[in-house]
């Protein structure tokens, strides 16, 4: 039986916003299995839908660069937020932007990419490891493009430029007026940071994540003791909420809840003067999705009075 700590009851928690002591017992059912402990809760209709946004858990930077009708967005990782305001790593992360906006976004090829001022991209990661003390590695990197429109960009929690926190890009197809579509791209690139859609519309939600979905609604309304047609209705209508909550198209608008995103998308086309087409959109938030061992120095201090009680 895996050990359940007080730090995995704080994310559980945090993740569902059920209670401690269901939060704990939870994790002890699935052996720590944190995901399994989530959807556990929300079968016993204890949990809200499981939050997306992934805690940071690395250090580093996310860097973007381009503009136009093509940008990219990459990340690096450090070891330290220390690192990540050193004025030597924010220039490794513009120039490894720069790289990949003018050659592939593939982790392998931009290392093997020649460098600006000689050698490639790994050797310089390498040299400054060496000069800096502290580990770092090329995470990822994602480019759109369109053939008309624009590629419009938000960094949140920015340290520099094209440098910050959580990067986004999204792009937007049309014939109309670039500055109005940069405005509204902006607009939902900001939206995108701040409801972290998983996808751009119901038919790109990867089949897996609505399996999982219809599962754990399909056993919460069975728990209730609901006969087999009245639970497909259940199901069939809370995924549709459940594409609302998820899909950037059929989010509610952070900067007018009165509309959707697609709603405000298609508003911006009168200034635009031609219609606009959202393509796609990539939000990296730095460290999402990465394990990282954490001291909970106050559960320590707790644990050991307890013990010395």
């Given at each position: ?25 939870a ?18 209709g ?20 381009g ?13 330290t ?45 390498a040299?400054l ?35 910050g ?54 056993e ?26 998820v ?35 990539v939000r ?26």
């Amino acid at each position: 039986m895996a050990e359940i700590t007080a730090s995995m009851v704080k994310e559980l928690r945090e993740k569902t916003d059920a209670g401690m002591m269901d939060c704990k017992a939870a994790l002890n059912e699935t052996g720590g299995d944190m995901e399994a402990a989530v959807d556990l809760l929300r079968k016993k209709g204890l949990a809200k839908a499981a939050k997306k946004a992934g805690r940071v858990a690395a250090e580093g930077l996310v860097g973007i660069a381009g503009g136009g009708t093509k940008a990219v967005v990459v990340e690096l990782n450090s070891e330290t937020d220390f690192v990540a305001r050193n004025d030597q790593f924010q220039a490794l992360v513009r120039n490894v932007a720069g790289v990949a906006l003018n050659g592939s976004t593939d982790v392998e090829a931009i290392k093997n990419a020649a460098y600006p001022g000689g050698g490639t991209v790994q050797e310089a990661i390498a040299n400054l490891v060496a000069t800096i003390g502290e580990n770092m590695s090329l995470r990822r990197a994602a480019a759109l493009s369109v053939n008309a429109g624009v590629v419009a960009s938000y960094l949140h929690n920015a340290v520099g430029d094209g440098l910050g926190k959580i990067g986004v890009i999204v792009a937007l197809e049309s014939t109309g007026n670039v500055e109005a579509l940069g405005a509204i791209g902006r607009q939902v690139a900001m939206h995108i940071a701040a409801a972290n859609p998983v996808a751009l519309e119901a038919s790109s939600v990867d089949p897996a994540v609505i399996e999982r979905e219809r599962g754990v609604l399909s056993e919460k309304a069975r728990a209730s003791g609901k006969p087999d047609n009245v639970i497909e209705k259940i199901v069939d209508s809370g995924l549709k909420t459940f594409f609302k909550e998820v899909c950037l198209v059929d989010q509610m608008f952070v900067h007018d809840s009165s509309k959707t995103v697609a709603q405000a998308v298609k508003e911006a086309e009168k200034a635009a003067g031609a219609p606009i087409v959202l393509k796609g959109f990539v939000r990296y938030a730095l460290g999402e999705g990465i394990e990282k061992e954490t001291a909970d120095f106050a559960a320590e201090v707790a644990a050991a009075v307890g013990g010395n009680g």
